[in-house]
């Protein structure tokens, strides 16, 4: 049967990435990639210029009903199975949270949250033993960011909701992995809400798009539940599992002087 990967928010940053190395071979063999995201000019550029793979680029907004409705019209009349699905989709804002406002903060958790159990549930009764789940969380989601609550509190759904899964399904011989990065040079920054609390946010340092993807691809063909793919911010892990949370708050407003 056709093996077929499944990327979500593959229109920039870090689901791009995810499609061009696995194109190139990263997880295994694979006959083609649907590629997801709304912006259809961006996909069928990178349909275009992915190699090694046939790229099929969806425009679809994973939370609108009708289009969630597409993709399980695609997946029921495919032949083949998923080996990958890797969810990618996301959005967030800084700021504090009356700042932000309703709206923006009822996107997030539709996009964060509820699209992604969303798509989970469409696709995985098209997967098999050895099928693999990566959902894109964040270390905001183990190490909680006032000024960035809600966007923290939809990754901390991601972890845990990701966490439970594997569990769930690893006895079937399907793992998925949480992957929880620091920030990354991506689209994510290209609106962030309040500049000022962004920048003093960003001084922990950037991770690369690349290395990211490419630790997370590794750890989940190894079947591991969580990936942090930076040892400083394994370290802030530990710390936020040992320190009361007022302790860790404290840390938080000197590093990023609120």
């Known amino acids: 049967m056709r093996q077929i990967a499944i990327v979500t928010g593959a229109s920039s940053g870090v689901g791009k990435e995810f ?19 709304r912006t259809k000019d961006a996909l069928d550029k990178l349909a275009t210029s992915a190699k090694g793979v046939h790229v099929r680029p969806l425009s679809l907004d994973l939370t609108n009903a009708a289009d969630l409705d597409k993709l399980a019209q695609e997946l029921d009349s495919c032949e083949g199975h998923i080996q990958w699905l890797i969810s990618c989709a996301g959005m967030g804002k800084f ?12 996107t997030m958790i539709r996009l964060n949250c509820l699209a992604l159990v969303e798509v989970c549930s469409l696709v995985l009764p098209h997967m098999q033993p050895g099928s693999r789940i990566i959902n894109i969380a964040s270390i905001a989601g183990i190490v909680p960011q006032p000024y960035l609550t809600v966007y923290s509190a939809t990754k901390a759904f991601v972890y845990e909701f990701s966490r439970m899964l594997d569990e769930e399904l690893r006895a079937g011989g399907i793992r998925v992995t949480a992957v929880c990065p620091k920030f990354m040079r991506t689209g994510f920054l290209d609106n962030p809400g309040d500049d ?23 750890a989940s063909l190894l079947g591991h539940p969580v ?26 407003d000197l590093l990023f002087r609120r």
């Open 19 to 37: 499609v061009t190395q696995l194109a190139a071979g990263a997880g295994g063999p694979l006959d083609e990639i649907w590629a997801i995201a």
């Open 227 to 252: 990936c942090i793919p930076s040892l400083d911010m394994r370290a802030a892990a530990i710390a936020a599992k040992l320190l009361p949370r007022r302790a860790l708050f404290a840390i938080e």
């Open 196 to 218: 000022a609390t962004a920048s003093s946010m960003c001084r922990i340092g950037f991770q690369d798009v690349a290395t990211v993807v490419r630790r997370a691809t590794v």
């Open 95 to 106: 700021g504090s949270f009356e700042s932000i406002g309703r709206d923006a903060s009822a």
